[in-house]
């Protein structure tokens, strides 16, 4: 108790917790280094910014739920970052900061430490504390609902240490939970609200969540709204809006559209083909962000013709993917030279994408015994820049005397034909994790049965590194492995890589203090309406 | 007209059991089940199976369908896979939009379709009838989405006239709900009316042509008064069948428009339902929709009799 170290020593007078508090908010300043202290101070005095307006944002499709812990869907998560918060969140440089959590350790490479930030309250106005922290993992692996099971599956125990800690017990080395604490698996539920409304969260998360925003209503296929909330933890810089107000707007002309007329404020994904008409239009604000994203297509090695590596390797050699990011993509995004996006830290620049070589593309074809080439079915998702897609990599690849024949089914097909390993070769589109292990470990790392790794891997090398990954700790060691795994899947190819897209959005100039950060989540505390 | 009543709705139990038994083998045998669609990030295959243990979509396919129908018989047709929401529910928000929109396109379509069709049959071969012709070809053979976007082009973003997208309920909000539906309700109104206004053109001329209008016009009897008294009334038949038809299919939802327009009817609720293998709202709306076309064609049927004397069903 009486141990010096920053963040282990409890406050108890008046004097003492505000100092605290000061440490605390100065944390994230400290992990930032010296040019985000830079950057940080670099930033417009407060007083130009104006309290108040409601911001309206436009998304693609209707929010699935809102609990944390049962969500699937991307656009759930978009909402939850305003009005819940998570243990630990990221940077514009993908580093871990402290969220509700001001500090963590590692004593063991099985056990990590959490101090929980104090003087929190949920919008109920509970207290935010270790017993809640505990009651949100146990709720996250035991709920029968619960998606988050794989993603917490490395937690063994949680114990509460006193009031503000907690310590995870983990069956094996982690070293990409904290990155997943960052998202829906670190996100803080108030108790109270999920032991009196149960199943009832989905639809209504009033008080349930800690963030600079609290959840007002939800009208289905109409709106979410959310409002301020005063009483947030963190005095440092916003929330300063009044309201924020979600909509679902399925087409993406008339979204823009009604961006253009003024009706929303911000849309959350500019399409490839109305980049170019954004960037030219000065009532707009276009906001270019990089994202974690792969795009890729998985081959099956369970059988032919692609349990054969010199014909997944002509395919990888046909195609032209600086052609198709041009073509199609229209340079929103590059070639990809595998899983992992240049926004991460893992990523490496040493590897270049496979360029196009015709002349190996037909000796792979002979040395796979089909020096005239051969055909295979490609099952893609019914939308159009996919097919637009699909047909430029037929043209490529039947320039090598590949057929490759497009079958165009919906979504729910897509995933169940990958599931059941029903394809020979199958659109991929991962949205992507902070951490590399979520681009990487479950698609490549052997499983049996049903699983996300469609193509069906196994190599025990690539299983090795995998493991590996996982059980070193230091940042500089993980990258020279996924260096190495980069390579080998670029030999190997589970998946033909494609693209890392980038996610535009666009913003009407009077939004102002937009942050984007790569996880293409719209963190609203800062922005301000002019 | 009690008994005829009667005898047709007792006529619509069989088709009933037979398109809940269609869409029922139709969506199951789809590839994809809403376990799927739900847990698709997730690797958890314990969790997926104990899901669909729960959801009872383990058990073989006529267990399955007797047990739908066995809840279906005590009036419950269960609660939507995604929000736990019972249908009836899920589809009761969603109607109303819907019928809104299906009100307005109609008597847009009708306060359109009427006149052009006198008119162009009254002057046939003239110039008129080019320009009304054209018009209904024009109605006919745009896609729905391209007039929908023109319009929202000219009166939301270039005009700024009218709310481009989202729904404001009518019978709230009057002025602003009237507002936001104009757009969507125009779209459809104007195909719909291209199709009413030829039906009608073509069955006037049908009649214009009989002996009793020639008599009526010896008797000295104006042209108007023709048209109003005797040949509208005979040539209403093919149109109340036509209309008739298009009103069940309104009532399904005209999905691409709600789509385009953001509006949240049953259209785009079953659309993205069978998206998801929702199975039980899929069904339960498919049900839903098929009563109420049912429904519909009964009454077109009863006005027939109120129209044309000869026409009573014994």
Known sequence: MASTARGDVRARAVSRRCFMRAWAGLAPLMAWGPSGVARALAQPAPAAVKRGGTIRVGFYIEAATMDPHLSGSKIDRQVYHNIYEPLVTLDDKLGIKPGLAESWRQPDPRTLVLKLRSGVKFHDGTDFDADACRFNFN???????????????????????????????????????LATLTDRAGMMVSPKVVQERGGELERNARGAGTGPFQFVEWVKDDHILLRRNDAYWNKQGGPYLDQIRYRPIPDDTVKLQSLQSGEIDVMDYVQPRDVAAVKADRNLVAVDVPSLADFAYQLNHTRPPFNAKPLRQAVAYALDLDRIVKGVWLNVGVPANGPIPPTSWAYDAATPPIKRDLTRARARLAEGGKPDGFSFTMTTNNIPINVQEAEVMQAQLAEVGIGMKIRLVDAATLISDGNAKNFEMISFQWSGRPDPDGNTYQFFHTTPGTSLNWSGISNPQIDALLDR??????????????????????????????IHPVEPKAFSPRVQGYDPVPDGMMRFKDVWLK | MGRLILRRLLATVPVLLLVTAGVFALIHLTPGDPVDAMMAESQDAAARESLRRELGLDRPLYAQYAAWMGRLLRGDLGRSIRNQEPVVENVGRRIRPSLELAALAMAISIAVALPIGLITAARRNTSIDRLGTLFTVVGICMPNFLIALLLIFLFGVTLRWLPISGYTDPLEEPLAGLRSLLLPAVTLGLALAAVVARTLRSSMLEALAEDYVRTARAKGLSEGAIIRGHVLRNALIPVV????????????GAVITEYVFALPGVGRLVVDAVFARDYPLVQGVVLLIALGYILSNLAVDLLYGWIDPRIRYR
């Open chain 1, 469 to 498: 990954t996982r059980e070193v700790s230091s940042q500089g060691e993980r990258k020279k492995l996924f260096g190495e795994l980069t390579r080998i899947l670029q030999d190997e190819l589970p998946m033909v890589f494609i």
């Open chain 2, 241 to 252: 069948t036509v209309v008739g038809l298009q009103l069940g299919t309104l009532i399904g």
């Open chain 1, 139 to 177: 709720r996250m692996r035991s709920e029968p609902k619960s998606v988050r099971k794989g993603e917490v599956a490395s937690i063994e125990s949680v114990e509460v240490v006193d009031a503000y800690t907690v310590r995870l017990g983990l069956k094996r080395p982690d070293a990409a939970l």
